[in-house]
């Protein structure tokens, strides 16, 4: 469950929502995989401070949206090494978050008012879901290959996996994962400025692009820290 004011809301039967949501997906494929662990039993004659703590697991990574007749499913990898395919795999269970664009919003761009304040627009999907290993070395292949077929096309740098897996990728392929997870519900929380009026809407917009024009980009913001732990090194 996630907490979404009356204006915010749209229904999550509608089609509509549903293809805002698989949009912000498949525009935003870097995704949070969080998952409960039970923390052990605690003894009868602890107190509720001396408990353990409830434990969650959280793995970032990058998801593609799949479809299958009326079934959609997101598909991808991790390392072996991550323990959390091993826990998903008993639990099934799993809670995927999306975070789609966000931004600061400045009260300089509504109509000038008093009670005028600033806030915070942003675009989210929360999925339900489960999990399941792809045992199949030719299926973990395929996610990979369509996983880079997708960036390096956008990114248009011509380069590209091999059809069949090469000798040389055999050990990567032996160090990671692949899985599928069924959605079994799916919302979106569209908060971009719902309350206002169309006319300071449009001001909001407005002062949107002219502050994204001095803005790094994404890619930009991710080559200024891989920068600074080079620098740091130094």
Do not use: C
């Amino acid at each position: 469950m996630f907490y979404s004011p009356q204006h915010y809301k749209l229904d999550p039967q509608k089609e509509e929502l549903q293809k805002l949501s698989l949009q912000v997906i498949n525009e935003n494929a870097f995704a949070s995989l969080i998952s409960f662990e039970p923390s052990p039993v605690s003894s009868s004659g602890q107190s509720p401070a001396q408990a353990p703590e409830p434990q969650y697991f959280v793995t970032q990574l990058p998801l593609l949206l799949d479809y299958r007749g009326e079934d959609i499913y997101l598909i991808g990898h991790m390392a072996r090494a991550n323990p959390h395919w091993k826990s998903l795999s008993q639990q099934r269970k799993i809670f995927v978050l999306f975070q789609g664009p966000s931004s600061y919003i400045s009260p300089a761009w509504y109509i000038e008012r008093e009670d005028n304040v600033p806030t915070w627009n942003y675009v989210s999907v929360h999925v339900n879901g489960e999990f399941s290993i792809v045992s199949d070395p030719g299926g973990s292949y395929e996610i990979l290959h369509r996983l880079t077929k997708k960036y390096e096309s956008i990114f248009a740098t011509g380069w590209r996996l091999p059809d069949q897996v090469p000798p040389a990728l055999e050990p990567d392929l032996k160090a990671i994962v692949s899985f599928e997870i069924k959605i079994t519900s799916m919302n979106g929380k569209f908060k971009l400025s719902q309350k206002q009026s169309p006319e300071e809407r449009t001001r909001v917009i407005e002062g949107l692009k002219t502050i994204g024009q001095s803005i790094p980009s994404a890619e930009q913001k991710v080559g200024d820290w891989m920068q600074k732990f080079i620098d740091e090194k130094k």
